[in-house]
């Protein structure tokens, strides 16, 4: 195990940077996501960690070694593909045995780890398969036995689980996550997926546009987005934006919806100032009486909660009520929210206030 | 509408309402006619004829008459018939392995990324695609002791002038260097057409298991392209073991019976002693021979195919 810093890390291809100099202090054992959508320097970023694409600049540290310039190979990572990569020709013992082969490691200590890792994740009976042989979840079983014999200072997750069925991803996501809590390695985890990286990282890196938006726990990114982009990236479904200005004491829109601000704001500084008011639909409840009025123009029910798409006062809001609530497309319901999950940003910088 | 699909229904599954199987009509035949007479005509018939004239002896202008195996006994006790299954199987050996060889390394080379590639590699197919008999003419010219071109480069590296095809102890290496030139481009074809086929990904995971250049092209490349090597070896195989044309045209098994393949004293025992019969049975036992080639390379190259393991 050891922790990897990363300093300054910049990538370009040609004139085109992809990768703005990026800092990132990750501890011993410690869980990060690399989190973004598609073509923000993610994948890039771990390629980089990895050894597998080369720094324009900067430099990255796995534990107290300099590793920018040293081949993937002798950087003592372990890294999962999203396609797996498995060696098509190699029985599921071979794939998993393939390192320590190289590394000429004796045929009875080779058995014994990838033995233990089989039994870790439950391949034992497959050892002699093909990967053609294998179901997506097993192969993706293999990817994580193969990195596992290795025992790495560092393993690399390169959005492992986008192949597979909704069901599996999330029982491969727990399966991910106890295998860390189990062994403890430091790992760092890209994915476009914002709920995998909500629910498996220590600590999650939002990236777009080849910057770093946000680092930061997951609840603290959920809680106190640092700007527009984190605000919406996280959370699903994503939060309503609403634009308008705070006047006498409340955040009014163009259209004339009032919405509370919270307690935090001081009114008297943001007066007159063209902001944008964030409000996680999950955090709006149905009230009987005295809420904002909205006609309804989508419902969606998934049993456990109902997804309703309002219009109130000409602004669109997105609800996620948790309650069985009797709304129909037409219907007018009256909403409220609590100010203190109210969110406000500065429209021009996009930075939280 | 109804009536109608049951009718059909019972019609296909070749049966009777009652269970009792329907016998097809034999109307298919004026189908299959055309190419069964053809069969037999270019295959059936000429094998069938070859062994009924193997178990005489017949030569051209004498009377025929049958002799049951005494010409495969014949052939057992002939010495220049064993002498040339050797002169065969160098041959075959040296002109597949070369270019087999060769064909790899070249493919690998123009695999990867370089200026002028394209080009290149049409330059480099076109031996393949030129005639054998022309091919011949012109290595026998290169070949001259004397006045060839390959003599003169040796000389200018202060090697001495060699005979080539006109040596007993370097005809069949002569022979092999032409078969080899002509021949590793196609090797090169299905060995590129492999590479281009593998995935590339498992490079990447090799990379991180530690593996350098040598190791990957050993454990990743080598059994992954293994499949269109055999591909290449069942071909090349084929094509050396029944080998006439450059041979002929070049030394017509000489100098003496130095370069006779199986195939040139069969043509010689056949076309130029008229000893039909003999040359049938030689026929016969060469046919069967790469018939168990074929099937043993075949054996082969299943054990190789790694993309269809798991039909096993």
């Known amino acids: ?353 | 509408m109804a009536s109608v699909g049951m009718e059909n229904t019972a019609a296909h599954s070749g049966r009777e309402k009652g269970g009792k199987p329907v016998r097809l009509a034999p109307n298919y035949w004026p189908f299959v006619i055309p190419a069964l007479v053809v069969i037999s005509a270019v295959i059936v018939f000429p094998w069938v004829f070859t062994l009924w004239m193997s178990a005489h002896r017949w030569t051209l202008g004498q009377e025929q008459s049958f002799i049951g195996f005494d010409n495969y006994i014949r052939l057992a006790g002939d010495a220049r018939f064993w002498e040339s299954l050797w002169h065969t199987l160098l041959y075959t050996v040296l002109s597949v392995v070369a270019p087999l060889f060769l064909g790899t390394l070249a493919a690998l080379v123009f695999d990867a990324q370089f200026p002028l590639r394209g080009f290149l590699r049409g330059v480099f197919v076109m031996p393949m695609m030129a005639t054998p008999v022309a091919i011949a003419l012109v290595w026998t010219m290169m070949f001259h002791p004397q006045l060839g071109v390959l003599n003169y480069l040796l000389s200018l590296v202060g090697i001495g002038p060699l005979e080539w095809i006109y040596n007993q102890s370097t005809v069949i290496p002569s022979l092999v260097l032409v078969e080899t030139w002509q021949w590793t481009p196609l090797v090169m074809l299905i060995v590129l057409g492999g590479l281009a086929s593998i995935p590339r990904e498992p490079y990447e995971s090799a990379e991180i298991d530690g593996a350098n250049a040598w190791q990957k092209f050993r454990y990743l490349t080598l059994p992954m392209i293994a499949p269109f090597l055999m591909i290449a070896l069942i071909i090349r195989s084929i094509d050396a073991v029944k080998s006439f044309d450059i041979i002929y045209a070049m030394t017509q098994g000489g100098p003496g019976t130095a370069s006779e393949t199986i195939n040139i004293y069969l043509y010689n025992t056949s076309f130029a002693y008229y000893d039909i019969g003999y040359g049938s049975a030689m026929a016969v036992i060469f046919f069967i021979a790469i018939v168990a080639l074929s099937f043993v390379l075949l054996m082969v190259r299943q054990r190789t195919n790694w993309s269809e393991m798991e039909e096993r």
């Open chain 1, 1 to 353: 195990m050891a922790s990897v810093n990363i300093q300054n890390v910049q990538k370009r291809f040609g004139t085109v940077r992809v990768i703005h100099g990026i800092d990132i202090d990750i501890q011993d054992g410690e869980f990060v996501a690399l989190v973004g959508p598609s073509g923000c320097g993610k994948s890039t970023l771990l390629r980089m960690i990895a050894g597998l694409e080369e720094l324009s600049d900067g430099e990255i540290r796995i534990g107290a070694r300099e590793v920018s310039n040293l081949p993937a190979r002798d950087r003592d990572i372990a890294m999962v593909f999203q396609n797996y990569a498995l060696y098509p020709h190699m029985t599921v013992k071979d794939n998993m045995g393939f390192a320590l082969k190289l590394k000429k490691a004796g045929a009875e200590e080779t058995r014994a780890k990838v033995d233990r890792a089989a039994s870790i994740l439950g391949l034992e009976s497959l050892l002699e398969r093909y990967p053609r042989q294998l179901s997506g979840g097993q192969r993706q079983r293999v990817a994580m036995g193969r990195a596992l014999v290795r025992d790495p200072q560092v393993f690399l997750f390169d959005e492992p689980l986008s192949n597979l069925d909704a069901k599996l991803r999330v029982q491969m996501r727990g399966e991910i996550k106890a295998l860390h809590q189990r062994i403890g390695t430091t790992t760092i985890y890209v994915t476009h997926d914002q709920v995998e990286a909500m629910t498996m990282a220590d600590k999650i890196v939002v990236l777009h546009d080849g910057m770093i938006e946000q680092i930061g726990a997951p609840l603290e990114l959920y809680d106190r987005p640092a700007n527009l982009f984190v605000a919406g990236f996280i959370g699903s479904p994503a939060m309503n934006f609403i634009r308008g200005r705070v006047e006498e004491g409340v955040f009014r829109t163009g259209n004339g919806l009032t919405l509370p601000l919270p307690q935090s704001a001081n009114p008297a500084t943001l007066g007159g100032r063209e902001l944008v008011c964030g409000v996680r639909p999950e955090h709006i409840r149905a009230v009987a009486s005295g809420g904002i009025e909205g006609r309804v123009e989508l419902v969606e029910g998934t049993g456990s909660e109902i997804y309703a798409k309002l219009t109130c006062k000409g602004d669109e809001i997105a609800c996620l009520f948790r309650e069985r609530l009797a709304v129909r497309f037409g219907d007018t319901i009256q909403i409220a929210i609590d100010p203190s999950t109210i969110h406000l940003f500065d429209i021009e910088t996009g930075k939280r206030i």
